[in-house]
């Protein structure tokens, strides 16, 4: 190609993918640090783990340099094994990936064709869309039902052409969450051939709680249809090596399989799975950490008179009752990086994960200060 010909990348993309924008991640710290220089940030903006790596993965990443030059284990047999005992599934059951987000993609890939239709609800995890587009195949959009998934409406648009549905259990940004009987209410109604994958990102969270929500792995007898996706990315602390996986009925692990890339999965992000697994008590820390930062800043929100979508997850979307684009910068520049949710059609709120006590009392405190209580 000559330099003055002319080249519109954008016009030659799949019309799925000409229709999409990029996820946007939370913030990072050094980016926010470059820009505005300050040195005390709280990044509050990608429901990460607040505790940090624990000694036992940081231990067995140490154990993993040696075999640095070696291919991972393709298959990711020990992680495998330990998944299995940890939860009392097949190893044929698993499918391991380069985070959850691997995992959806596969999904995609397996089951979507171009003209085929993923169902997901309104104010979903914004990969649902980026997976189902991308290989040509059309989103439909159930209407929510207060912020939440409906899933009579997500049943009632299912067509002839829907392949896949979506569902979040807490729903990322909004933190909600259904019960196991609309869960299994909208099962009945899902035809055989239709996979419904249900996103477990938050799970653990959940398991700490009282409420009543169903637990996937517990349906995949009844249900073989059905795709578990879980990740070490949140509670297990792990976001940054990206390991996620999917518990289904073997045969469908084996499609999925059929399109995974070889070593999808590298050697640290394994090492540090098994050993995150075995390290359960850090995962008892997490939650009781969350549960105490849950009601730290939920109390905040209450005494500032600002309305919030009750959760159990990791994070708390907050409605400052205008568009929060203001807001949003007005919190960077006081050092606390959050989550705007305009991408997700919900220009008037901000996402704010979960802390260290310390870190949820500095968003607490630029919450209440002056120059925020000026833009609500
Ligand atoms: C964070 C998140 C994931 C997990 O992403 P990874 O790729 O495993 O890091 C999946 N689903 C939802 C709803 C999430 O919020």
């Known amino acids: 190609m000559s330099c003055d010909s002319v080249f519109y990348p954008l016009e ?27 040195s005390h940030i709280v990044k509050l903006a990608s429901n990460e783990n607040p505790l940090g790596p624990s000694d036992a993965v940081l231990n067995a990443l140490q154990g993993a340099c040696a075999e640095l030059s070696r291919y991972p284990d393709g298959s990711c047999f020990e992680l495998k094994q330990a998944l299995s005992q940890f939860l009392d599934v097949l190893p044929t059951q698993l499918t391991v990936g380069n985070g959850s987000n691997d995992v959806l993609n596969l999904i995609a890939r397996a089951f979507l064709a171009p003209d085929d239709e993923a169902v997901f609800s309104e104010y979903a995890f914004a990969v649902y869309p980026i997976a189902t587009q991308a290989v040509g195949a059309k989103g439909v959009v159930a209407p929510a039902k207060q912020w939440g998934h409906d899933l009579t409406a997500m049943a009632e648009a299912i067509t002839a052409r829907t392949k896949v549905v979506f569902l979040a259990n807490p729903n990322n940004p909004t933190g909600t969450q259904f019960d196991r009987v609309t869960f299994c209410a909208f099962m009945d109604k899902v035809p055989a051939h239709v996979i419904v ?29 059905l795709i578990v996706c879980r990740t070490f990315s949140k509670a297990y602390g792990l976001a940054a090596l ?20 070889p070593f999808n999965v590298n050697s640290f992000a394994q090492a540090a799975a098994i050993a995150a697994l075995n390290d359960q008590s850090y995962i008892e820390q997490t939650v009781k950490l969350n549960r105490a930062g849950l009601v730290q800043v939920i109390d905040a929100l209450q005494q500032a008179g600002l309305d919030y979508i009750p959760s159990n997850a990791n994070f708390v979307a907050v409605d400052f009752g205008v568009n929060a684009a203001d807001i949003h910068q007005a919190f960077l520049r006081e050092g606390v990086i959050l989550r705007p949710l305009a991408p997700y059609n919900m220009p008037s709120f901000l996402r704010v994960s979960i802390g260290l006590e310390q870190e949820n009392a500095v968003f607490i405190k630029a919450l209440n200060s002056a120059a925020i209580r000026a833009l609500q």
């Open 197 to 225: 994958v249900l996103d477990e990102a938050y799970g653990e969270y959940l398991a700490a709680c009282d409420g009543d929500y169903p637990d996937g792995l517990t349906y995949l007898d009844t249900y073989a249809n």
């Open 12 to 38: 030659q993309a799949t019309s799925g993918v000409q229709g999409l924008h990029p996820y946007l991640p939370g913030k990072p710290v050094s980016e926010l640090q470059r820009e505005l220089g300050l």
């Open 242 to 261: 990206r390991v996620g996986y999917a518990v289904s009925h073997p045969e469908v692990a084996d499609v999925l399989n059929r399109v995974r890339s």
